[in-house]
């Protein structure tokens, strides 16, 4: 096809439309405009909320690193910088997890307008719920794997072995012992929404069961900070246990 056959067939399509199309298409251009602007300003507000949040957290920056320290004891750096980076990542997070919720509210209320009122009612629910599950658990990890996982660890140590653990490589384990446990308990919430809507039923969770438990050991695998059995099974056993939670919610309080 030549190109002026392509540019007399696009002038034709031009102006065969009709005003209202023409106005239709406008609108859909306008209105998809108004969606990226929508976007744009609910990230800044949102990175405006993860700066502030960390800059706060920044003048309470050593209260923090004594409180994630407290389970491994003295730490020590390694290279001039190390200390003062290691401030920074900790503000970062800190700032991160307390600025979650405002984060969380932005997302939803960016997909608000597209949704149905039971809709709205039913996200009014899960949004809070899924924070307050993040933060548990956080909180059971820090309080009770955590603690169990440097003991282990620190347990190697002999008259002839001595553990010598940097800031740096310490913070970036605790982060990557944290953060899956908030993922981790947000599986009640997600199997209850898909039993909600018909996907899955208890009987056919518990036909599952055996597939689970070798999944919640692969993802224990793939999301340990170590490659060591006991980190792998310390995150495997919380999402057994959660999913047989599940279940039991499923089949009493959802009748499914």
């Known amino acids: 096809m030549s190109e002026e056959t392509t540019e007399s067939t696009y002038e034709d399509y031009v102006e065969d439309r009709t005003p209202k199309q023409i106005e239709e298409q406008q609108q859909g251009n306008m209105s998809l405009l108004k969606h990226l602007d929508e976007l744009r300003t609910r990230l800044i507000r949102s990175f405006i909320a993860i700066g502030i949040c960390s800059a706060i957290s920044y003048f309470f920056v050593e209260d923090i690193v004594h409180f994630i320290t407290a389970p491994a004891g003295k730490l020590y750096y390694m290279q001039p910088a190390e200390a003062f980076f ?6 970062l997070f800190s700032g991160f997890l307390m600025s979650l919720p405002v984060v969380v509210y932005n997302v ?3 997909f608000l307008p597209a949704l149905t009122p039971k809709e709205k009612a039913t996200i009014g629910i899960l949004v809070p719920a899924s924070v307050l599950l993040f933060f548990t658990g956080i909180t059971f990890s820090y309080y009770l794997v955590l603690p169990a ?3 282990f660890f620190l347990g190697f140590a002999n008259a002839d072995l001595q553990p010598l653990l940097s800031i740096g490589k310490y913070l ?5 012992f944290l953060l899956p446990f908030g ?10 929404v898909l039993a909600k809507i018909g996907l899955v039923t208890s009987a056919f969770l518990r036909k599952q069961r055996r597939m689970l438990i070798f999944l919640s050991f692969v993802i224990g695998a793939v999301v340990s900070p170590t490659p060591d059995m006991f980190s792998q099974t310390m995150i495997a056993v919380p999402v057994i246990l959660l999913y047989e939670i599940s279940i039991i919610i499923v089949r009493f309080i959802l009748r499914k």
């Open 86 to 91: 290691t401030f920074l990542k900790v503000s």
């Open 108 to 110: 939803w209320v960016f």
């Open 149 to 151: 996982g440097i003991k």
């Open 172 to 176: 970036d384990f605790v982060v990557a």
């Open 183 to 192: 993922f981790i308990f947000e599986l009640p919430l997600v199997i209850m």
